[in-house]
């Protein structure tokens, strides 16, 4: 018999234990995270009590693969469109988090002596909390519906996608030979760039190629294009000198804006979680006792600056975000975990080489300990508040309740002129991010092919490169000059004052030097003409683009097929009745919030009216509509039925919705313990003439009432069976067939 190969053994071994680890922290209600690194810990060389991994390196594979699909998911769940509609206080309190809890590991690190990556690296692991963990610990905890929740994952999104930010810049600097600041720049530029242009890029094509396969594609090609796309996003990044992982998470955002998002995240959620899993055991298997004795110390400090740094400055940063002090505490007291990001963070030191070896166990040994505390630091928010109320002056408490970076300006003209100026500023990056990688694959692969296809032809061959590069990169010059001229921003300040004229024509004209320094470029890097004559034809090529009618279509075509593209996934959930009311978010600054509850299969409120259900009177909330299937009832009178997987949209406070959210939940059939004695048999019965069925009707018989069972025929024949009619008087002989219980047909046949 042939052997199995190490890797099915180890994958074997790994599954088995994570499994039977996972069902234990579930029966505990612990975090899975934390079952698959005990799991990795029980199969590593590091155990030897039981059987212990192979191959290690094939497991890492596997684990490198677990973290594309991880971020791949992640980037599914992402929207940039999110980003924007979440306004500047989630960014502030982000940002503030990050920047603090990052100095704070350095200096831990510095503390222990440690080298300067190891350093950087631990701030970099320090300042992420875990989504994951976070989520799972207001899932048990029942705070889910609160509003605070919703600012915490608010933050966390935007964590998450800095994580992958910081990733790429942390390898950055590990490449260099110091970290200095304009590396540092380089690597923010660089990402950016990339970050927009295979966005926009993206946007554009993809949703293109899905509509035109739509017909061909099911379930599993589905899958298996998705994953395709997320693999061949992961390897350009590579080429492109990024990680793999930062190509996965580009890619899962641009998929997360396409229709077919819902359907594409259910199809890989089997596959990430199972990658996942290895991943996180391939995190335990790296934890060695040892190493943990002997950092006691480090592992106690950065427990603490954890809770310490998260408390303090996760609760300073919501202030500054515009949350009031209570808001504030429970919020920056919920996020002091570190979690997968740390891992992923971790592997990538160790992978590149820049960080010590005991580094690794001690994030993972921190990571449960503060898993752990989660829970408690939860719960600790709110005396923790009440003391500080209570000590603190009440002008204290006033002043911080009000710290904010985040309060829009007053100002109607400064608020044109920021909207208009950001407007620009988008939109002229973004052209000029285009302009730039057409004319770096036109000069850089185009030019050189064709060059060496035609030696004899060197001039011909430029002269056409640069007009055929010039003529693909026209439409996003003409947009870049002729966008937002006649917006509204842009009409409401020329009338409003003559003073603002000047400034306008100045946003005109810088436009207009930007297009043709690109014109420019091209040109000079292809002919040996004067500059004075190159900017006399940059500038005559600008004013035909800007003539141009034709052009002009072409450009407001690309646009609108872009931003088409953009909210294909909006106008989707608009019109199957998923799209959330606009004026959902205006109650977010009071008391109350809108949240969104799913009806159990198996609630007990299933079948029942508003009116019999009471909510108001029990909970004191209000259902402003119910999600069914693609319809929405919106408005529902207490006559409206609950049904199974409803979705209903309830308003009430932080207090109100948790309540009616644990009822909901709780309030449902129990396990039937008879379930498999209840089973419904078929059975062939012949009416003797003894039975005392004879001559009597159905209904007269009792069949129904007095046995509970069935007929559902009368047998003709060998194989024709009728339909017993409501008059229909049984005979001798004749043979029926009977649905029912096991226990009531055989006394049926007894009778």
Known sequence: ????????????????????????????????????????????????????????????????????????????????????????????AACTIIFC??????????????????????????????????????????????????????????????????????????????PD???MLRSVISIGFFLILWFVVGIFLIPIFLRRVRKLINDETLLIVALGLCCLMAVVSTQVGFSSAFGAFVMGSILAETVEADKIIKLVEPVKNLFGAVFFVSVGMLVEPRILVDY????????????????????????????????????????????????????LGLSLGVISDFLYPVVVAVSVITTFLTPYMMRAAGPWYSVMERR??????????????????????????????????????????L??????????????????????????????????????????LRAMIMKKNRSDEFKALWSDSRLNHLPLIFTVIVRIVIACSFIFYVINYLSRFTGALIVSIAVALVIVMVLSRRLKHS???????????????????????????????????RDI?????????????AGKTLSELGLRNKYGVHVSSILRANRRLNIPAGDAVIFPADRIRVVGSDDQLTSMNRALQDEVYGDDLEFEKREMKLRQMVITGKSPFVGKTLGESGIRDKYNCMVVGLEEGEETLSQIEPGYRFGKGDIIWVVGEEISLNELTEA
């Open 435 to 476: 302009s730039f990688a057409m004319i770096f694959i036109m000069l850089t692969l185009f030019l050189p092919f064709v060059r060496h296809m035609f030696t004899d032809w060197h001039h011909t061959v430029d002269f056409v490169c640069g007009a055929l590069t010039i003529l693909v990169i026209s439409p996003f």
């Open 555 to 589: 450009s407001i075509k690309l646009e609108r097929m872009f931003v088409n593209n953009l909210r294909s996934r909006d106008i989707e959930a608009q019109v199957h009745g998923r799209k959330r009311p606009l004026y959902e978010g205006h109650l977010l600054d």
């Open 593 to 605: 919030h809108m949240v969104d509850l799913d009806v159990p299969a198996d609630s007990l409120w």
């Open 101 to 178: 809890m990052m100095m704070m590991g350095i200096t831990v690190g510095n503390l222990f002596g440690w080298r300067q990556m190891d350093c950087i690296f631990l701030g970099g692991m320090l300042a992420m909390s875990s989504t994951t963990i976070i989520y799972k610990a207001f899932d048990d905890l029942g705070l889910r519906q609160q509003h605070f929740a919703g600012l915490v994952m608010s933050v966390l999104i935007l964590e998450d996608v800095l994580a992958i930010v910081m990733m790429v810049m942390l390898a950055a600097v590990a490449g260099g030979s110091s």
């Open 181 to 183: 600041g304009g590396q």
């Open 392 to 433: 603190l002056p009440s002008k204290v408490i006033v002043v911080l309740n009000h710290i904010t970076l985040s309060h829009p300006s007053a100002s109607a003209s400064k608020n044109k002129w920021k909207s208009l100026l950001t407007q620009l500023t988008v939109n002229t990056v973004i052209y000029s991010i």
């Open 296 to 347: 006691a110390l480090p592992v106690v400090a950065i427990v603490m600056t954890i809770l310490i740094g998260q408390a303090v400055f996760g609760s300073f940063g919501y202030l500054l975000g515009g949350q009031p002090l209570k808001t504030a505490i429970k919020c920056g007291f919920s996020m002091a975990q570190i979690g997968e990001f740390a891992f992923i963070i971790a592997s």
């Open 1 to 92: 018999m042939a052997e199995l190969p190490a890797l099915v053994k180890d994958l074997a071994l790994i599954l088995i234990v994570a499994g039977t680890v996972t069902l234990i922290f579930k029966k505990l209600r612990q975090p899975l995270v934390l079952g698959y690194i005990v799991a990795g810990f029980l199969v590593s060389p590091h155990m030897p009590y039981i059987m212990s991994v192979v191959d290690s390196a094939d497991v890492k594979t596997w684990a490198d693969i677990g973290v594309i699909f991880l971020l791949f998911s992640l980037g599914l769940d992402f929207s940039f469109k999110k980003i924007l509609k979440m306004g500047a206080a989630p960014v502030i």
